[in-house]
């Protein structure tokens, strides 16, 4: 597995080399050269890549909540994941917010209990909280209250997004 990811890198650089022709050839060709040494670099140190998954949807689009927490229990089996929630989300996680259900997706209840039991990190966007009503202490048992070193430090690897 390590090989063909290794040659599939190659294989990669050597397209991208390619394709980078032009007054910025030299420039382009560093960069790339330099995001290969670093994946590489990565994976032969064993690290793994941080999802940070951001919930702005709240009760009102229970698809759109459901759904990104079905997604950080999948991708925790495997990778280092923080979860996000600010704008309208906050509703979902505070102590009177109501136990979301759409289609086959397990209840937000369950789910954010779930990711809680597996160490996944739960935060809530201060302000947005603020804004909606609510107080720290408002915030379901095992969320916290986001801050921005949390963002960097919860992985070795690179930080990849997934905006719901």
């Known amino acids: 597995m390590k090989t063909k990811l290794i040659l599939l890198a190659f294989a990669l650089l050597a397209i991208f080399l390619t394709a980078c022709e032009g007054p910025d050839a030299e420039l ?10 670093e ?3 990565a994976q032969q140190a064993g690290q793994k890549d941080g ?11 229970p698809h759109r909540v459901l759904m990104p927490l079905q997604m950080a229990a999948m991708m925790s ?8 929630f600010d704008i309208d989300a906050v509703k979902v996680v505070v102590k009177d917010a109501p136990d979301l259900t759409y289609a086959q997706f397990p209840s937000s209840k ?5 990711l809680l039991e597996k160490g996944v990190p739960l935060y809530a966007c201060p302000g947005c ?9 408002d915030l379901m048992e095992g969320l916290q209250i986001a ?16 905006d719901y």
């Not at 495997?78 to 996000?84: A, G, K, L, N």
């Not at 369950?110 to 779930?114: D, E, N, P």
């Not at 909280?129 to 202490?137: M, S």
Request: zero cysteines; hydrophobic letters at 40%; proline letters at 3%.
């Open 28 to 37: 382009d060709k560093a960069a790339v050269q330099q995001i290969v040494n």
């Open 39 to 41: 994946t590489l670099a």
């Open 51 to 61: 999802i940070l998954i951001h919930v702005t949807a709240g009760p009102d689009n």
């Open 77 to 84: 089996e495997s990778q280092d994941v923080i979860m996000y």
């Open 110 to 114: 369950t789910q954010l209990k779930q």
């Open 129 to 137: 909280l603020q804004a909606a009503g609510y107080k720290p202490e």
């Open 147 to 162: 801050e921005k070193d949390k963002f960097f430090s919860f992985t070795k690897g690179r930080i990849v997004t997934l």
